[in-house]
């Protein structure tokens, strides 16, 4: 299984970090276009191998690739990430033709490629992908939804003062501070809907905290975060390569499903060896129906600013 990782920056190589530790990847490889990076984090990976007990083979690229050749899965991260105040959609005019260049390149080297595409906006890069490649819909996945409901776990788990790993809840939408739907009603704790534990104000804040989890911490740190985006990533990488028929929120092309056509917005799916093997259609209530149809309005809105 050969995982190449565009974008040596910081999503990229704790992406990278994540795949490695988890060792079910044969190889690596990272690309970068800055000089000298992709082979520097690939070399500085490879010297934890010892230190957690991985097997995995990364290697770095500057801008050759060749190197990712027979890749089975490519996850895209090239491109610049937001600055405090900055919203993802204001990145679009670089990240636009950095996408559209590197995943044409990817694909003339692994035509039977499935890509994961982390580049903000994200959800119109995944449609840009989409509209620019001729890849089957089933092989182009955006990730956004798996990291807003890890964030949205966490803030759950906050609130109701409890372990993260107690507590269940999925975010689906557009992934942009407007665009998030938490699914509070569906949301758990050991089963319990959390409705029976937090009041209505509190579970309101939750999602608010949730929608704006990027912007906290690109606030805190000065750019956005990566720990966890890298670890969202490769838990889509690893139920791909490993065809573990796993669930997450993902943004995925919809014709149809959700009375939605034609954009990429995050909905549940199942991750499987062909990439997006189904997307799932969850019964939603009449409130929810109408934040899905308005995210949807505002991601085909971004998407109305791509010169395709
Ligand atoms: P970063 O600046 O640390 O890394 C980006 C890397 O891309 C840099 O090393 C840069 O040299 C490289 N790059 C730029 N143009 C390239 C090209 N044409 N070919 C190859 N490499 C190229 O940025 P970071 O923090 O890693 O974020 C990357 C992207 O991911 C941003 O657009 C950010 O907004 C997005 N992001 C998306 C998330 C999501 O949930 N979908 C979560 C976090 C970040």
């Given at each position: 299984m050969k995982v190449t990782i565009v974008g040596a920056g910081a999503v990229g190589a704790s992406c990278a970090e994540y795949v490695a530790i988890k060792d079910f990847a044969s190889e690596v490889v990272l690309l970068d276009i800055k000089e000298g990076v992709a082979e520097g984090k690939a070399m500085d990976l490879m010297q934890t191998a010892?230190?957690?007990?991985?097997?995995?083979?990364?290697?770095?690229?500057?801008?050759?690739?060749?190197?990712?050749a027979g890749s089975d899965i490519a996850v895209i991260t090239s491109g610049i990430p937001r600055k405090p105040g900055?919203?993802?959609?204001?990145?679009?005019?670089?990240?636009?033709?950095?996408?559209?260049?590197v995943s044409s390149k990817l694909i003339e080297q692994s035509p039977d490629v499935i890509l994961i595409v982390v580049s903000n906006p994200m959800d119109t890069m995944t449609y840009l992908v989409h509209k620019t490649t001729n890849l089957p819909k089933n092989r182009i996945i955006g990730m956004g939804g798996a990291l807003d409901s890890a964030r949205f776990k966490y803030r759950l788990s906050e609130a109701l003062e409890c372990p993260p790993s107690d507590v269940d809840g999925m975010v689906i939408g557009g992934h942009s501070d407007t665009g998030m739907v938490p699914l509070t009603r569906l949301a758990t704790r050991n089963s319990v809907p959390v409705?029976?534990?937090?009041?209505?104000?509190?579970?309101?804040?939750?999602?608010?905290?949730t929608k704006v989890g990027g912007a906290t911490l690109t606030k805190l740190l000065g750019t956005s975060a990566w720990y966890a985006p890298g670890a969202a990533?490769?838990?889509l990488v690893q139920a791909i390569a490993c065809d573990q028929k796993k669930m997450f929120p993902c943004s995925a092309l919809l014709e149809g499903e959700y009375g939605?056509?034609?954009?990429?917005?995050?909905?549940?799916?199942?991750?499987?060896?062909?990439?997006?093997?189904?997307?799932?259609?969850?019964?939603?209530?009449?409130?929810?129906?109408?934040?899905?149809?308005?995210?949807?309005?505002?991601?085909k809105k971004t998407n109305g600013l791509l010169e395709v």
């Open positions: 010892t230190l957690n007990s991985f097997d995995t083979k990364i290697t770095g690229s500057t801008n050759d690739y060749s190197k990712t900055m919203t993802r959609e204001e990145l679009i005019g670089i990240n636009a033709g950095i996408v559209k260049e409705t029976a534990f937090l009041s209505e104000d509190r579970l309101n804040q939750v999602a608010e905290d990533v490769s838990g939605l056509n034609d954009l990429c917005i995050g909905v549940p799916a199942i991750l499987g060896k062909n990439g997006l093997e189904e997307i799932v259609e969850i019964e939603l209530d009449e409130a929810e129906k109408n934040k899905i149809k308005e995210s949807a309005e505002g991601v």
